[in-house]
């Protein structure tokens, strides 16, 4: 990796994306141009956010990376502060969700599929993926040439 001042997000990043294993804090540091105390400080929290792992005496190894981490710790902070932030949630789910019945019943042709709405989010939620850009463009297509679904 370049000797260029850098965050430790665009390492970790970097590092991920060329698969290559972490070295240790001192040479983190280094490279990246910070302190080890500032280095230990924005760790912990890669590590609360999920992007890495640290095991004492062992090292630390980058993890696969989930929205989740991140977006429960922003809800949490953000309930403490706001309990509203629970309705407006709520409110996004419920948006997202309707948009998404019609695309995800086309995703399956020739498949039994879940007649309701919680059915089908309780199998989206076990599946965990999205539409492809080209899958998305056909749904689309299939969507305004049948406007009942």
């Given amino acids: 990796m370049e000797k260029t001042k850098a965050s430790l ?3 970790l990043a970097e590092a991920a994306e060329k698969r290559q294993p972490l070295p240790s804090i001192p040479e ?6 910070i302190s080890t105390s500032s280095l230990r ?5 890669a590590r609360q956010l999920g992007v890495v792992e640290i095991r004492p005496k062992t090292g630390m190894s980058l993890r696969d ?3 989740t981490p ?4 922003g809800l949490d902070y953000s309930q403490k502060i706001d309990p509203l932030t629970f309705d407006q949630l709520s409110d996004l789910r419920k948006n997202l969700e309707s948009v998404y019945w019609p695309e995800a019943r086309l995703c399956s042709p020739g498949k039994r599929f ?3 709405r919680p059915s089908l989010f309780r ?12 899958q998305r ?6 969507i305004l040439e049948s406007s009942s679904i």
């Fill in 65 to 67: 990376f989930s929205l």
């Fill in 41 to 45: 400080e924005q760790l912990e929290v």
């Fill in 123 to 134: 199998l989206i939620r076990k599946l965990r993926i999205l539409p492809s850009k080209s």
């Fill in 9 to 11: 997000l665009d390492y």
């Fill in 137 to 142: 463009k056909s749904i689309a297509a299939s």
């Fill in 70 to 73: 991140a977006l429960m710790l």
């Fill in 28 to 33: 983190i540091g280094r490279q990246i141009g």
């Fill in 114 to 116: 879940p007649r309701s």
